[in-house]
């Protein structure tokens, strides 16, 4: 029996839900299912009665509740003592986020961050997503904002944000015939293409939903590869090339008719922006806190 256990335990008997418990302890389901059933297997007990609509307590559930919801709140006093021993000190966290999050997502989460926790500070670190995960993995920051999944060892991604790619255009007579008429995104065969940095989370989610529609990036007329948002932007809207960016960074512009935005047809219904830490070790108090802020403000947001 270990903590892990217990705290699953208790948070699917305060839920009622073996799904809502994964989701407040950041597990998946399989997950806290999985620490039930050793539970029930070295106790020798039947701790839930299950049924199509929700999940109770047993008699034995009842009886160990009592005491793991005790063991749990002694941990949360312990945590809290801690804390308060340090309340003097500046605590810092350290992020690393790729551009999308960085510069759409972040400034909201750190301003409700702020007024929630003004002892804190925290240093951000802009970065492209492959970047991100490796300062993961090297446990270089706390926490990082990814915009695609790398599959790589330790890691724990969050979805937190739901995002989708648009094509950017100038807003020209060309471009206007071919939001009213075209159907298939072929006609991009044919178009000078802008694309982020090699790295780069929105690049690599590019790739993978123009195959879904046949369409190889590798055999598009690539003129430039750049980093920065604004100068891709401004490229476009001066008619050196097209380019493909998050519906987040080409928001203002589209609206207010400097560019055309062409939403790429995705099966998966967009992309998910990620939060990410090291499951290998143990968040700290304030990366816990910054997460939750993060999926107070976001997960009812697609």
Request: include cysteine; charge should be neutral; aromatic fraction near 8%.
């Amino acid at each position: 029996m270990n903590l892990k256990q217990l705290e699953a335990f208790v948070q699917v008997a305060q839920s009622g839900s073996f799904s809502k418990a994964a989701k407040q302890l950041y597990l998946t389901q399989p997950t806290v299912s999985a620490h039930i059933s050793s539970l029930e297997k070295e106790l020798d007990a039947r701790l839930f009665v299950r049924n199509t609509k929700e999940v109770s307590l047993s008699e034995d559930g009842k009886t160990l509740y009592n005491y793991a919801k005790q063991i749990i709140d002694l941990e949360h006093k312990i945590e809290e003592t801690f804390c308060a021993d340090q309340q003097e000190e500046k605590q810092e966290i350290t992020i690393a986020a790729s551009t999308i999050p960085a510069q759409y997502l972040l400034p909201k989460i750190l301003a409700r961050f702020v007024e929630k926790y003004p002892e804190e500070q925290f240093r951000i670190i802009e970065t492209d997503s492959s970047q991100v995960v490796e300062q993961i993995i090297k446990r270089s920051v706390d926490i990082g904002f990814t915009g695609t999944v790398l599959e790589k060892k330790h890691c724990k991604y969050i979805p937190f944000y739901r995002d989708e790619l648009v094509v950017i255009t100038p807003n020209t007579e060309k471009y206007r015939k071919i939001q009213e008429e075209e159907q298939d995104f072929r006609w991009l065969q044919n178009e000078a293409l802008i694309l982020r940095e090699e790295g780069s989370g929105t690049r690599k989610e590019a790739a993978k939903q123009l195959r879904q529609l046949g369409i190889e990036l590798d055999r598009l007329n690539i003129v430039a590869s750049i980093g920065n948002q604004e100068t891709i932007k401004k490229s476009v809207q001066n008619g050196i090339a097209i380019s493909i960016i998050s519906r987040l960074a080409a928001e203002e512009e589209t609206n207010s008719g400097k560019l055309l935005s062409f939403p790429i047809p995705s099966k998966d219904g967009g992309r998910d922006l990620n939060v990410v830490y090291n499951r290998n070790f143990h968040l700290t108090h304030s990366a816990e806190r910054f997460i939750k802020i993060v999926k107070e403000i976001y997960t009812k947001k697609k």
